[in-house]
């Protein structure tokens, strides 16, 4: 089955700098990617998102990219604010997978201000 | 709009006591439906995922089990609760396959 494994696990940045986590998944059919954030104690809600017939997507201070040879996607975040600080999570859905998320393993994110 | 209902918030419940947390949709048909535990610090893990009435798959064994018995409805349960059965459990909603997920403002269970 799926498997997606998410880089670093915590990530502190001064403010204004940039942010960048990773991940990785396994079945080469997933063609799906969004990211979320979970504020601590709230739900996970999504920041963007990345279909396999795109590489690149931008919003505002977010972009998402994705390399469907090396089976990669990352997330960046420019020029971070406290309110940035969360975890984040990466998540593939393949239809072979009847489209289920599986979500990597999260990234806490910390901006110093 | 659509909308997800999951309760109760918080759970405090004894080791080896039933368990039974619910979740309904509003303003869709047949949607795809997830279970998810997050211990504390830890990831999402997908517990039970549906795609229609009666259709449950489980992903990893354990001591719960999940029901949907109507379209927009989908229940978490177990019979004896152990310890590690605390967590952050949260239920979510995707309209179809490769789109966004809803998430529930989640439960906090906690087994003592």
């Known amino acids: 089955g799926e498997n997606v494994e998410q880089h670093p696990s915590t990530l502190s940045v001064q403010e204004g700098d940039s942010a960048v986590i990773k991940c990785t998944y396994s079945d080469s059919a997933s063609n799906y990617f969004p990211w979320y954030k979970q504020e601590l104690g709230k739900r996970p809600q999504l920041i963007i998102d990345?279909?396999?017939?795109?590489g690149e997507k931008k919003d505002q201070r977010i972009a998402v990219t994705l390399n469907k040879t090396a089976k990669h996607f990352s997330l960046h975040i420019t020029e971070t604010q406290p309110e940035d600080s969360a975890v984040y999570f990466c998540?593939?859905?393949?239809?072979?997978?009847?489209?289920?998320?599986?979500f990597g393993t999260g990234t806490r994110l910390k901006v110093l201000a | 709009s659509q909308t997800i209902h999951q309760w109760p918030a918080t759970l405090v419940q004894p080791v080896g006591s039933p368990l039974s947390l619910e979740c309904t949709v509003e303003g869709t048909s047949n949607p795809n439906l997830y279970w998810y535990r997050q211990a504390a610090g830890r990831g999402l893990q997908l517990l039970f995922y549906?795609?229609?009435?009666?259709?449950i798959s489980s992903e990893v064994p354990q001591n719960l089990s999940a029901s949907r018995p109507q379209d927009r409805q989908f229940i978490l349960s177990s019979k004896k609760l152990l310890l590690s059965d605390s967590g952050f459990y949260l239920c979510?909603?995707?309209?179809?396959?490769?789109?966004?997920?809803?998430f529930g403002q989640g439960t906090r269970l906690t087994v003592v």
């Open positions: 990345i279909r396999s017939n795109v």
């Open positions: 549906s795609v229609g009435i009666g259709q």
């Open positions: 998540a593939a859905t393949s239809p072979s997978g009847t489209y289920k998320y599986i």
């Open positions: 979510a909603w995707q309209l179809t396959g490769g789109t966004e997920a809803f």
